[in-house]
Protein backbone atom coordinates (compact mmCIF):
# COMPACT_ATOMS: atom_id res chain seq x y z
CA UNK A 1 0.00 0.00 0.00
CA UNK A 2 1.31 3.40 -0.82
CA UNK A 3 0.32 7.19 -0.11
CA UNK A 4 -0.45 9.30 -2.91
CA UNK A 5 2.81 10.69 -2.36
CA UNK A 6 4.46 7.73 -3.16
CA UNK A 7 5.97 6.56 -0.06
CA UNK A 8 5.60 3.43 1.76
CA UNK A 9 4.31 3.75 5.48
CA UNK A 10 4.94 1.22 7.55
CA UNK A 11 1.61 1.56 9.50
CA UNK A 12 -0.15 1.32 6.89
CA UNK A 13 1.29 -1.67 5.55
CA UNK A 14 0.77 -2.95 9.09
CA UNK A 15 -2.79 -2.96 8.13
CA UNK A 16 -2.81 -5.01 5.46
CA UNK A 17 -2.95 -8.36 7.08
CA UNK A 18 -6.52 -6.85 8.93
CA UNK A 19 -8.06 -6.60 5.61
CA UNK A 20 -7.60 -9.89 4.22
CA UNK A 21 -9.75 -13.21 3.73
CA UNK A 22 -13.32 -13.30 2.99
CA UNK A 23 -15.92 -11.88 4.21
CA UNK A 24 -19.73 -10.67 3.24
CA UNK A 25 -19.12 -6.87 3.64
CA UNK A 26 -16.59 -4.77 2.93
CA UNK A 27 -14.21 -4.04 5.85
CA UNK A 28 -14.13 -0.99 7.77
CA UNK A 29 -11.53 0.70 9.54
CA UNK A 30 -12.36 3.32 12.08
CA UNK A 31 -9.69 5.95 13.97
CA UNK A 32 -10.64 7.96 17.00
CA UNK A 33 -7.92 10.01 18.84
CA UNK A 34 -7.52 10.82 22.34
CA UNK A 35 -7.95 7.11 24.10
CA UNK A 36 -5.43 7.04 26.77
CA UNK A 37 -4.08 3.31 27.24
CA UNK A 38 -1.18 3.23 29.45
CA UNK A 39 0.14 0.12 27.71
CA UNK A 40 0.45 1.91 24.04
CA UNK A 41 1.96 5.18 23.39
CA UNK A 42 -0.54 6.91 21.12
CA UNK A 43 -3.72 8.16 21.92
CA UNK A 44 -5.20 6.66 18.76
CA UNK A 45 -7.85 4.03 18.52
CA UNK A 46 -8.97 1.49 15.44
CA UNK A 47 -11.94 -0.38 15.20
CA UNK A 48 -12.37 -3.04 12.34
CA UNK A 49 -15.75 -4.08 11.88
CA UNK A 50 -17.02 -6.40 9.35
CA UNK A 51 -19.25 -9.87 8.46
CA UNK A 52 -17.35 -13.29 7.91
CA UNK A 53 -18.73 -15.64 5.36
CA UNK A 54 -20.66 -17.51 7.87
CA UNK A 55 -22.56 -14.43 8.87
CA UNK A 56 -20.25 -13.76 12.86
CA UNK A 57 -19.95 -10.21 13.31
CA UNK A 58 -16.36 -9.39 14.10
CA UNK A 59 -14.76 -6.39 15.54
CA UNK A 60 -11.25 -5.48 16.22
CA UNK A 61 -10.15 -2.59 18.27
CA UNK A 62 -6.21 -1.82 17.02
CA UNK A 63 -3.43 0.65 18.77
CA UNK A 64 -0.96 3.00 16.98
CA UNK A 65 2.62 1.74 18.19
CA UNK A 66 5.53 3.17 17.52
CA UNK A 67 6.06 0.86 14.43
CA UNK A 68 2.51 -0.61 13.44
CA UNK A 69 -0.95 -1.01 14.20
CA UNK A 70 -1.03 -3.73 17.44
CA UNK A 71 -4.14 -5.78 17.91
CA UNK A 72 -5.35 -4.53 21.28
CA UNK A 73 -8.46 -7.38 21.22
CA UNK A 74 -10.99 -9.51 19.37
CA UNK A 75 -14.70 -10.13 19.86
CA UNK A 76 -17.37 -11.66 17.80
CA UNK A 77 -20.69 -12.12 17.67
CA UNK A 78 -22.75 -15.09 16.49
CA UNK A 79 -25.10 -12.47 13.47
CA UNK A 80 -27.61 -13.71 10.72
CA UNK A 81 -26.97 -13.55 6.72
CA UNK A 82 -29.74 -11.64 5.13
CA UNK A 83 -30.56 -11.02 1.83
CA UNK A 84 -32.18 -8.07 -0.02
CA UNK A 85 -35.34 -9.80 0.22
CA UNK A 86 -35.35 -10.03 3.73
CA UNK A 87 -35.14 -6.04 3.89
CA UNK A 88 -38.49 -6.13 1.79
CA UNK A 89 -40.36 -7.73 3.91
Not at 15 to 31: A, D, H, M, P, V
Not at 43 to 50: E, Q, S, V, W
Request: aromatic share 14%.
Amino acid sequence: MQLVIGKKDKHLESLLSYFEGQSITQRKLYIFGGETNTKYSSDIAGYLIYKKTDGTNILIKLHLGEDKWEKEYQKQKEGKIMSYFDYCK
